[in-house]
């Protein structure tokens, strides 16, 4: 595919660590938003990423990643249009996350927050469980999509329990990874998303790795239906929401001054 020679050479030398990439919606034309990346466009992200070496791995799979080319993508919400992205990484044979809203399940997205965009269908169980048994991780986004950190106590415990135990049900066993919605959190969340049985968590604070070292606060790269694939290519390497030609040519000014 190409590249321009800045970009190609910098995803040829590859990121100091693996990367978690953040989707949502994967409409099959245009977008509406800014959480919806056309097919077509994940598609030559898949691409890019099996021509440049790269391997992916589920959230769950983090701490036995090898190559710092190493990505996990991840999926907030789960909409039905994200079965064809399903189908397009299985031809790739490279395996993602899915962050489900439980009670959204067949349904459509009518979560709070939403009132600016068209509501869309989502997952069914049947599609659910075909993507799990095709290596597919199911993780979840919660029982209604709703901001944890403004809710008491016991209603986060009833939002985490009763979302596990859903997908669960639906999948048939144990449910370990998490993504906080909207990407708000706090020590309290973070302290009962613990207690409610999941191991790994996912924040939407850019960068590589987690915070802390801690495995309930992984950071994620949004894609953005208007980034270039050059752009892609420098948020992979760079680790960063943001991966502008300023960026870009400060950080390769940066290498060659440290090699003189």
């Given amino acids: 595919m190409w590249l321009d020679p800045i970009s190609r050479k910098l995803l040829e030398g590859g990121p100091p660590a693996p990367v978690c990439l953040m989707y949502h919606s994967i409409p099959p034309t245009i977008s509406r938003n800014e959480w919806e990346v056309p097919f077509k466009c994940f598609d030559q992200h898949l691409c890019l990423l099996k021509e440049f070496g790269w391997a992916t791995q589920t959230i769950?799979?983090?701490?036995?990643?090898?190559?710092?080319?190493?990505?996990?993508?991840?999926?907030?919400?789960?909409?039905?249009?994200?079965?064809?992205?399903?189908?397009?990484?299985?031809?790739?044979?490279?395996?993602?996350?899915?962050?489900?809203?439980a009670n959204a399940v067949g349904g459509t997205s009518d979560w709070e927050d939403n009132a600016n965009y068209e509501r869309q269908p989502m997952l069914s169980a049947d599609q659910i469980r075909e993507m799990d048994r095709g290596g597919m991780e199911i993780g979840s986004h919660g029982l209604s999509h709703t901001r944890l950190a403004a809710l008491a106590e016991t209603t986060i415990e009833y939002e985490l329990g009763e979302s596990k135990a859903a997908l669960e049900a639906i999948v048939g066993h144990s449910i370990n990874s998490f993504a906080y919605p909207f990407g708000t959190y706090n020590q309290t969340v973070r302290d009962i998303v613990a207690i409610s049985g999941y191991a790994f968590a996912c924040t939407t604070k850019s960068g590589f790795g987690v915070v802390d070292d801690d495995l309930l606060q992984i950071r994620r790269i949004t894609v953005y239906p208007n980034d270039s694939l050059a752009t892609f290519a420098r948020k992979l390497v760079f680790g960063d929401n943001h991966a502008s030609w300023y960026k870009t040519i400060r950080y390769t000014f940066s290498r060659l001054a440290a090699k003189c």
């Fill in 60 to 101: 769950s799979q983090i701490e036995t990643v090898g190559s710092p080319k190493t990505a996990f993508i991840t999926f907030d919400d789960g909409y039905e249009n994200n079965y064809a992205a399903f189908k397009s990484l299985l031809a790739h044979k490279f395996v993602a996350t899915w962050f489900l809203v």
